[in-house]
């Protein structure tokens, strides 16, 4: 015969629960101990694989300029805002938006006439000449350098220049050639 010697007791609740927690929370407080130890131990670091390291890589160090060193070639020519709104800014991947300076073409609306005007920085590949300059008489002149003007089809004008050995290109739909390199030497 089996006898019941719980009956008529209320149930108490069982302590396993709270060991459990008591045993795991433990357990991970003495994995952390152990990996933290490992990671901050002397030894060879060489072998060791760190969990944080708190002391940033040496940098390289670049020689110092000398004072005949050459200037970095500017590549950011803007039209002065007495003259031009800045409307538009893109990179030559088509990003728009903040976009670095270094890489931009900048479309400007003319305040005394209203039209649009692109100035660009291009990269060396695209150098002069046009495929199809026109001929000017006298020879075109941009900021004091020899420039190329074309027309394409669709009537837009365009006019390119070496400066410091960047190449620039103002363009136009609306604005003749002429316009164009008087715009241009206002550049700043």
């Known amino acids: ?71 970095v070639p500017d590549r950011t020519l803007v039209l002065p805002e007495d003259d031009a709104i800045r409307t538009f800014r893109i990179t030559s991947q088509g990003q728009t938006g903040l976009v670095n300076n270094d890489s931009i073409a900048t479309t400007y609306r003319l305040r005394s006439t209203g039209d649009l005007v692109t100035v660009a920085p291009l990269p060396q590949s695209e150098a002069l000449p046009y495929t199809s300059p026109l001929d000017m008489d006298p020879p075109l002149r941009v900021r004091g350098q020899a420039a190329q003007a074309t027309v394409t089809f669709g009537g837009t004008s365009a006019i390119r220049w070496v400066e410091n050995t960047m190449v620039f290109e103002m363009s136009s739909r609306t604005l003749t050639v002429a316009q164009l390199v008087e715009l241009a030497n206002k550049l700043r």
């Open 1 to 71: 015969m089996i006898y019941d010697l719980d009956a008529g007791r209320p149930e108490r609740p069982g302590r396993g629960g709270v060991r459990m927690t008591a045993v795991t929370v433990v357990a991970v407080g003495l994995a952390l101990a152990y990996f933290t130890a490992l990671a901050f131990a002397p030894g060879q670091r060489a072998s060791q694989t760190p969990i944080f390291t708190f002391s940033a890589p040496a940098l390289p160090t670049m020689a110092r300029p000398t004072f005949n060193s050459r200037p």
